[in-house]
């Protein structure tokens, strides 16, 4: 049901652009965010949009840095990373769920999950 792609290797400042392709009915009806996870670590979230009005939420240790967006009519959502650190060095995973961005954040009964996608930043 999600299908994530746009990760790589990239030096700290640069810059990459994950997406998130969800596919499946009621898309709009769901929030979409991007979790991370390092090994020997729990997985934390990231940021997540809202399907309905476009709220988004971030985690503070991103805050300002990146940036969710989603497309509707291609059923996609995207994160536009900027100003990349080391410590964002992880998997990246997308997911989605009925519900509001906050409950998405926590982590309660996410209806989907994407393949990971890995992000290496060198400092």
């Known amino acids: 049901q999600l299908q994530a792609s746009g990760g790589g290797s990239v030096q700290a400042g640069d810059s990459l652009r994950l997406s998130c392709a969800f596919s499946?009915?009621?898309?709009?009806?769901?929030?979409v965010g991007w979790f991370r996870q390092v090994p020997g670590k729990e997985r934390e979230f990231v940021s997540a949009?809202?399907?309905?009005?476009?709220?988004?939420l971030y985690a503070d240790s991103v805050k300002g840095r990146f940036t969710s967006s989603r497309d509707n009519a291609k059923n996609t959502v995207s994160l536009q990373m900027n100003s990349l650190k080391s410590e964002d060095t992880a998997v990246y995973y997308c997911?989605?769920?009925?519900?509001?961005?906050?409950?998405?954040?926590?982590?309660?009964?996410?209806?989907?999950w994407g393949r990971g996608t890995l992000v290496t930043v060198s400092s």
């Open positions: 997911a989605a769920l009925q519900g509001t961005v906050y409950r998405l954040r926590d982590g309660i009964r996410v209806a989907y």
């Open positions: 499946g009915r009621f898309y709009s009806h769901y929030a």
């Open positions: 949009i809202s399907g309905r009005d476009g709220t988004s």
